[in-house]
């Protein structure tokens, strides 16, 4: 009796475990088998490359490079402000700030991470839209660069608390040599310190691109929405606000192709968290 | 010290230490800005007939008590049946399994669910879910696309816990005999139940926040539902989807103030549990 | 543990007391005074899904039949007339709301219109401008005019603010003023709710929203002289004007609740209320 028992929570538990796998594969054959009609329909080139999307036009063009233009740009707007900007906040919390400053830190971190994506593009949506406008004279605030900046603070506390934990883990003897030689404390954070961190700060670089390139409310609802070719001060179209803006009444071959652009953005973070995983493996080899 | 470092070496590391002041500055300043302006703006206008009732067109007056409702519904769903199978999935990793490859595959699936994007989700919980099961829009819809975003959390906090019990205790309760099931029924599940309570915490938190994903498997409907049952079958809107249609759909401003800030009390309550619990964990070591 | 057990009786407490609470729509809405329920009472549940300028209509609709019929549960989903004619068709949803006619290609679906609504262009208040002729508004939206001062206003110039491509207030409004695919908007909202607050921030806007939903936030200019209100949509002066329909699956029987709802909106009863939300109940 004992034994049916355990074979039976056993077998139950194992199910249990591979309901991930389920799961991954399932999302991932829904992606291909939905997003792939489209793409043969239309052509792969002529999709990926074409210029001008208008899907509801009496002749309909399907060109998504400016939604994988925009997203592109929007990532890497994002990572070039939010990166500076966390990885000194890191520093900071890592090795200058004491106990008690370094907690009230990282909860304001810890914060900032849990505030919903809607809040933000509140916020985006009823400040920084019209500052843009105004400070830039510009006859509408929506676009790439609201965008960025949303982006860039929804990414911070992803690559702050990653790279802190990073640094946190440069083994002391390497810094204390580097005292040793006469290096000061910063020169050795700098020179020492992020170079033996590096990984891991990478791995909080991923981890924030996949985040901002994954965006969809926030983004919607200070870009403007429109398929333009990125540019700062223009309103853009980012691969998921493509989709999220049609999706609900699209039929036919306009369906089809939003479910192409989907695969496109499974692709890239499906690339991605690859880079993720063999950077950290790399790490964990050490 | 000081008059052996070059001018120039002082130079260059006072710069970079402004540079790191100016940064972390600007973090904590975001934070403490964006916290304090929805407050501002968000606290004046929860009053008691936003929270208890619901929106009427005839009286022209805004409610959220149905979204208040339905996200409760949506967080016990989803924790009912995420709970379960996630602990469930940990104790096999944990205790059970013996392939190694099963294991990291397992192990990469769940890695893989959390980088995918909430539209994702939204999208694939919509063909399956909505279209494909029948279930139309619908809190089940949605709580099942939750279950499988937050699961990884699950699987990892509960993990987590398992493998900080004790090897001895595993190795006394098989000395005296006692099968793997009942051992983990009776010592290793209650040994881990805080890092168990903490990964739903986590998960409830994500849950609040989500809306991208909600918005296509559970729509948006801001109809009162009070049976449990009935609205598992209704479309309904959650309170962060509710911040999004008052928002960009009716410009209701104030409405949408009111409830980021009840989101942000909901995050506020979240982040401080979590670190009671975190800190009961480690004074049990 | 002891703390989990309490934890979890207090949740299958509140759990249990709200699976108990009847299914009551009303709980929280205004009821009027006791009228004594029908012993043949309707029950069920309806979804609606579609045109978000219908809003105002539908919830008041919604509203007043279930405060007869408090055993009937029905939901709106905001998500655009494209939407709304797409899930009647899916039967995902018992009725779809379109602020349009339906298109030859939407095959196999049954309209009843139950209002018409004027579709007013407006601008922020701070734009001097009040009226403007048809040609004026194509030239405007199709970018010809590029600045205020050439139809009336200051030297500023021009924020074309749209909606997105599935909705039935664009398409009314695209096709009435003949700019179908000709437009290229500054930005491109999913609501007519949207439309009136970008309107409402930007001194250089203009774009096009329900009559239902506009409110002195911003100005609703005069075309071609004509203001509009329900009287000149329901005599046909005011031009940019569209139906508001429900849109059912021809081949799906609807349900009791379905057809007295319906029913309800074509009524004499629901035309003070049409009227209220802003739109003319169609004879």
Sequence with gaps: ?286 | ?285 | MKKAISFITIAVIIFASLAGCGSSANAGTSTESATPPDPSALSGSISTNGSTSMEKVIASLIEAFTAENPGVTITYDATGSGSGITAASEGSADIGLSSRALKDSETGLDATVIALDGIAVIVNNANAVNDLTIEQIAGLFTGEIISWSEVGGADIPVALIGREAGSGTRDGFESIIGVADACIYDQELTSTGAVITAVTSNEYAIGYASLSAVSDKTKTLTVNGVMCTEDTVLNGTYAIQRPFIMVTNSGKEPSDAVKAFMEYALSSAATEIIANAGAVQAR
């Design chain 2, 1 to 285: 010290m000081n008059n052996r470092i070059s001018a120039k070496r002082r130079a260059h590391s006072a710069i970079l230490k402004g540079l790191i002041f100016l940064c972390s500055g600007i973090t904590v300043v975001l934070l403490i800005s964006l916290i304090s302006y929805i407050f501002y703006r968000g606290l004046g206008n929860i009053t008691w007939e936003l929270l208890t009732t619901s929106r009427s067109a005839l009286k022209n007056t805004i409610g959220i008590l149905p979204n208040i409702i339905f996200t409760f519904y949506i967080i016990l769903t989803t924790l009912v049946i995420v709970l379960p199978v996630g602990i469930g999935a940990a104790i096999y990793l944990n205790e059970y399994a013996e392939n190694k490859r099963l294991v990291s595959v397992i192990e990469f699936a769940a890695e893989t669910l959390t980088g995918i994007p909430s539209i994702i989700y939204g999208l694939v919980g919509y063909l399956f879910f909505c279209q494909r099961l029948k279930m139309g829009s619908s809190i089940l819809a949605g709580s099942l696309t939750l279950v499988i975003m937050v699961l990884p959390t699950i699987v990892r906090t509960t993990q987590e816990a398992l493998k900080t019990v004790p090897y001895s205790y595993r190795e006394g309760a098989v000395g005296l005999g006692a099968t793997k099931w009942y051992m983990i029924r009776t010592i290793i599940l209650p040994s881990s139940l805080d890092g168990i309570v903490s990964g739903a915490i986590l998960a409830i938190g994500r849950i609040v926040g989500e809306s991208a994903a909600l918005i296509f498997t559970a729509g948006t409907a801001y109809t009162l539902v009070t049976n449990y049952f009935d609205a598992l079958g209704t479309s309904g809107g959650t309170l962060s989807v509710a911040l999004y249609v008052y928002v960009s759909e009716h410009g209701e401003f104030n409405t949408g103030f009111a409830i980021a800030a009840i989101l942000m009390m909901i995050v506020l309550f979240i982040n401080y549990s979590t670190k009671l619990i975190n800190k009961r964990l480690k004074k049990d070591r």
């Design chain 1, 1 to 286: 009796m004992k034994n049916a028992v355990e074979k039976f929570m056993n077998g139950l538990f194992f199910i249990c475990g591979i309901v991930t796998i389920i799961a991954v594969l399932t999302i991932s054959i829904y992606m291909i088998i939905s997003g792939l009609p489209a793409i043969k329909e239309i052509g792969v080139w002529e999709f990926i490359t074409g210029q001008v999307w208008k899907s509801t036009a009496a002749d309909p063009q399907f060109g998504i490079l400016p939604f994988i233009l925009t997203s592109v740009y929007g990532t890497l707007g994002a990572v070039l402000i939010g990166v500076p900007v966390g990885l000194m906040t890191a520093v900071f919390l890592s090795k200058l700030s004491g106990p008690k400053l370094s907690a009230a830190v990282n909860t304001a971190v810890e914060l900032l991470a849990g505030i919903p994506s809607v809040v933000y593009g509140l916020i985006g949506m009823i400040i920084l839209v019209p500052t843009i406008m105004k400070t830039f004279g510009l006859k509408n605030g929506t676009g790439l660069l609201a965008a960025i900046i949303v982006l860039s603070i929804m990414i911070l506390p992803s690559i702050i608390s990653v790279s802190r934990m990073a640094l946190n883990s440069v083994p002391p003897e390497y810094e204390e040599a580097s005292y040793a030689l006469g290096a000061t404390k910063i020169e050795t954070i700098f020179k020492v310190s992020i170079p033996a961190a590096k990984s891991g700060i990478a791995a909080g670089i991923v981890l924030g691109i996949g985040r901002a390139i994954g965006e969809a409310m926030a983004v919607m609802m200070v870009a403007g929405n429109v398929a333009n070719m990125p540019s700062l001060f223009k309103s853009v179209t980012f691969l998921t606000t493509a989709i999220s803006k049609e999706m609900s009444y699209a039929a036919g071959l306009q369906r089809q192709a939003l479910y192409s652009i989907a695969l496109i953005l499974f692709f890239f973070i499906m690339l991605i968290n690859i880079i993720l995983n063999v950077i950290l493996k790399r790490r964990a080899g050490r």
